[in-house]
């Protein structure tokens, strides 16, 4: 599963999208309510977020134990959660670059990059799907594409660690009681995808499959439309073939980021 960025790409999207959360979840207020996470206000977003941050940081620097719940609680109880936040940003980003290229460090998807850029990788897209969180929160709805300044090339490369790391993991809970095929093609990038759903772990192909039968449903839209969409945080994709993959797709993929 290689990344298609350079590190300093992803630590100017943690950079950006941790802005982006933060003027976000300041326009909202912390006592908002974040739409495309129900059960969270914006100050149970920030603590999440700082508390990851923080806590991917310290797995880089080879730290044991760090408490996440004591972390989570300290940026609940923070004079200033955001510039909680903003500190979170600046450590993890410093313990990346920091960090030697061969660095030694845990790392919870298949085929992952080395440990370094893997977690460069997965923080720029944690920190982007929850700045969309944010986004969300200030405008009281799901966001559109048009509402982010998420990089295309940014979205491609997040489309492809969901659709090749977490959706084939046993613990996503995607499944067909009969084998369906799902393209996923971003038009404006044309990087495309092909899925097997069925009752074993979804099985995700780079490009259009070999297969001369059509596939049974076709996810279309710009790669940012599909980055929001396929994360569930937003509506805009175009559905081709069974509609039922869609709202399947919605019911059954929900991330553990960790």
């Known amino acids: 599963m290689p990344p298609h960025l ?16 933060r003027d976000a979840a ?8 974040v739409p495309t996470c129900p059960e969270w206000t914006v100050a149970d977003l920030v603590a999440h977020q700082g508390m990851v941050h923080r806590w991917a940081a310290s797995t880089l620097r080879g730290e044991s134990g760090h408490d996440t ?25 410093g313990a990346l670059r920091a960090a030697p290229d ?22 720029a897209h944690e920190t982007t799907v929850h700045s969309l969180d944010a986004l969300s929160a200030a405008l009281g709805r799901r966001p559109l594409a048009s509402d982010a300044s998420i990089p295309r090339a940014l979205a491609a ?31 404006d990038t044309e990087h495309a995808w092909s899925l097997r759903i069925s009752q074993e772990p979804v099985v995700t192909e780079v490009g259009a499959a070999a ?5 049974d449903a076709a996810f279309g839209g710009t790669a940012v439309q599909l980055y929001i969409a396929l994360w569930n945080r937003g509506d805009e994709v175009a559905v081709d073939g069974l509609p039922e993959l869609l709202e399947q797709w919605r019911d059954q993929v929900r991330i553990n980021f960790g």
């Open 26 to 33: 300041e326009r909202a207020g912390l006592g908002a309510r």
């Open 102 to 123: 061969d660095v030694e460090a845990p790392v919870f998807l298949k085929d992952a990059p080395r440990p370094r850029l893997f977690w460069a990788r997965r923080q």
């Open 157 to 187: 490369d997040g489309i492809d660690e969901l659709l090749r790391g977490f959706v084939p993991r046993r613990k996503c809970e995607l499944r067909t009681s009969e084998s369906r095929t799902l393209l996923v093609r971003a038009e």
């Open 6 to 21: 350079a590190l300093d790409d992803y630590t100017t999207a943690i950079a950006a999208s941790g802005a982006a959360l």
């Open 69 to 93: 719940e004591r972390s989570y609680a300290e940026g609940l109880a923070a004079p200033d959660p955001f510039a909680w936040l903003s500190a979170g940003v600046d450590d993890l980003i």
């Open 211 to 215: 297969d001369p039968q059509a596939p």
